[in-house]
C-alpha cells in the first residue's frame, strides 16, 4: 500500500488537519467529505489524498463561502470552474485590501490632525514653506456664510462619500483674500477637502510656496481675533498676502465637546514685501 493509500483513523486525520474530530463528522454528515473507508463497526478511515479535498474546503471557508456553496461546488467541480471560482474570489480579496488601505490612511490623516491640533501652540504664528497639494472644491457659492449654506454642505459631504474621496482630512473652507482684507471673515467662497494626487475627479492644485500658518480654538464668530493677529504679524515681519484663506475644522463636534474647542487652522499665501 502506498503512502496516498495509507488509512488514517479519524483521530490521526484531525489532528493532520489541524481541526476537532467533530468537524469531519459534520463534514460527512452534510456529504462534502466522506471518509474513504467505513469498517463493520462504522469507524471512519481516510487517505492522504483527501487532505488536499480538506484544504480546498478551508481555502474556501476562508474565501467567505457557505459550507452549502462548498458542497453546491465539489459536487459540480471541474478544473475550469475551480480558476473561475478562484479568480472571482481573487478579484473581491484585491479589492477589500484596497478598501482596507483607504480605511488605514483615512485614519491615519485623522489622528495626525487631531494630534497636530493637540500639540497647536494658539498664541503662535509661523511663516512655513508648504508642498504642493490638492483639493476638491465644491461649487462656488458666493459670499455667504457657513449657517446659510448648510444644504450646499450637506451636498458636497454627501458627493465626497459617494465617490470614496474622503481620507481623514478635515472639510475647510475658502475665504477669499479681498474678505479677510475687509474683515469679512465668516464669508466664503467653497467648501473644500484635500485630497490624494491620484484622484481622477477635477481637482485644485495649490501651489508649494510660503504660508502663514495659525490656530484658532474656538467657534466661528472669534475667528476674527486670530485674523486680527494674522495681519499684525504680516505687517511687523514684512509679508503680505497674495492668495486665499483655506480654513479646516481640524477639531469640531465630533471631536470634542461643545464650540470653545473648536480648532480651525488657517493658511494663507504670503510673500516678502
Known sequence: MSLAETLFTTGEFSELCSVKKQTLFHYDEIGILKPQYRNDKGYRFYTLKQLEIFSVIDILKELGLSLTEIKKFLDIRSLPKTINLLADKEKEIDLKIQQLKQQKLTIQNKKNYLYESYKADFSSIDIVTLPTQYYLLSDTIGDVTLKSSSHKLMSFINFVKFNHLDSGYPIGVIIAKNNIQNDKYTEFTNFYIQVEQNIEQSHFTRNKGQYIIAYHE??????????????????????????????????????????????TKISIAVEKI
Not at 223 to 239: A, M
Not at 249 to 258: F, L
Open 218 to 263: 474656538g467657534p466661528d464668530e472669534t475667528l476674527y481675533k486670530t485674523h486680527k493677529k494674522i495681519k499684525d504679524y504680516l505687517i511687523n515681519t514684512g509679508f503680505k498676502m497674495i492668495g486665499d484663506s483655506f480654513e479646516e475644522y481640524v477639531v469640531d463636534e465630533i471631536s470634542t465637546n461643545g464650540p470653545d474647542k473648536y480648532v
